[in-house]
């Protein structure tokens, strides 16, 4: 595992964005790359005045928005018996699917925006929602305004870690649930703010 790490560095290093959106689009396309080693090293490559903020954002969500259409397409066209049959081919683990099935099947389609701020879970919503043969649009939507917020932020910490980046690999689990923890207070406190009002 370190050496594939390593050679998804080496690539990031190579190619600038190019490689970012290709390693997102992967990785939303359910071949299991961590988005903390992609995006914590392109931000370290901005702490390094290598790449913008600006730009290695753009490049993440565009991969990120291409792997998610890529696998909610193949869930919508092949299903779930497709996945399950080939899927091991790709890497990809049927307790995985099961655990973002279960998002889905509690949550429905606001699931794909929660879902993209939790660890395993954002690799793999798309599918069930393909399932589901949800409508194109809120899919996007939803999937689009869930990414952009953790695309940032792990950026942001990868800039701020500077050549300590490596540290958000150890902690991107606990990351998610802080981060999930945060959003939740500040809508609350909007919510409440603007319904006083």
């Known amino acids: 595992m370190e050496q594939i790490s390593q050679t998804f560095l080496a690539f990031i290093d190579k190619f600038g964005y190019f490689a970012v959106a290709i390693l997102m689009a992967m990785?939303?396309?359910?071949i299991p790359i961590p988005s903390e080693l992609i995006l914590g090293f392109a931000g370290y490559l901005i702490f390094a005045e290598k790449m913008t903020f600006t730009g290695a954002l753009?490049?993440?969500?565009?991969g990120g928005m291409l792997g998610s259409i890529f696998a909610y397409a193949i869930?919508?066209?092949?299903?779930r018996a497709f996945v399950d049959k080939y899927g091991k081919y790709f890497f990809i683990k049927k307790s995985?699917?099961?655990?973002?099935?279960?998002?889905?099947?509690?949550y429905g389609i606001k699931a794909v925006f929660f879902s993209r701020m939790l660890p395993v879970v954002r690799t793999f919503i798309s599918l069930p929602a393909g399932f589901a043969h949800v409508n194109i649009k809120p899919f996007l939507f939803y999937t689009?305004?869930?990414s952009l917020p953790w695309t940032?932020?792990?950026?942001?910490?990868?800039m701020s870690l500077g050549e300590g980046w490596k540290y958000l690999l150890?902690?991107?689990?606990?990351a998610s649930i802080i981060f999930i923890i945060i959003c939740v207070i500040v809508a609350a406190v909007f919510y409440f703010k603007n319904s006083k009002n």
């Open 96 to 106: 995985h699917v099961d655990m973002a099935q279960r998002w889905f099947d509690k």
């Open 144 to 146: 689009f305004i869930g």
């Open 170 to 174: 150890e902690v991107g689990h606990e």
């Open 27 to 30: 990785e939303n396309a359910c």
């Open 58 to 62: 753009t490049a993440g969500m565009i």
């Open 152 to 158: 940032a932020l792990i950026l942001f910490a990868g």
């Open 75 to 79: 869930g919508h066209t092949k299903g």
